[in-house]
């Protein structure tokens, strides 16, 4: 088992940012493609960003792309979410996720954190 903390969430100004980590434990962090995901009020969860084992390889969802960076540290069991530029759209309760293959995007990963709520303001 494998068990995924979120941290980072929380209000900013439309333009600013904010960095989202995962901090994992249980089964060896490295084996682990990782994803995060996002859920806003009303709405169908939705793929964000990926990252390969390596960390060498991410896919970003067209709606952040240039805007989030996705990393990973596997000497700290822990992923991060660079998120710049942030708009009133991307309000929602963000999801870290592991597991499985690699192939974004995707929603089927084997692990889930409780997810952190980020929220901006216009």
């Known amino acids: 088992q494998v068990q995924l903390v979120e941290s980072g969430g929380g209000l900013v100004q439309a333009g600013g940012s904010l960095r989202l980590s995962c901090a994992a434990s249980?089964?060896?962090?490295?084996?682990?493609?990782m994803g995060w995901l996002r859920q806003a009020p009303g709405k169908e969860r939705e793929f964000v960003a990926g990252i390969r084992r390596s960390g060498y390889s991410t896919y970003y969802a067209d709606s952040v792309k240039g805007r989030f960076t996705f990393s990973r540290d596997n000497a700290k069991n822990t992923v991060y979410l660079q998120m710049n530029s942030l708009k009133p759209e991307d309000t929602a309760v963000y999801y870290c996720?592991?597991?499985?293959?690699?192939?974004?995007?995707?929603?089927?990963?084997?692990?889930w954190g409780q997810g952190t709520q980020v929220t901006v303001s216009s």
């Open positions: 249980g089964r060896p962090f490295s084996s682990l493609p």
């Open positions: 996720a592991g597991g499985g293959r690699y192939d974004p995007p995707r929603h089927d990963y084997d692990y």
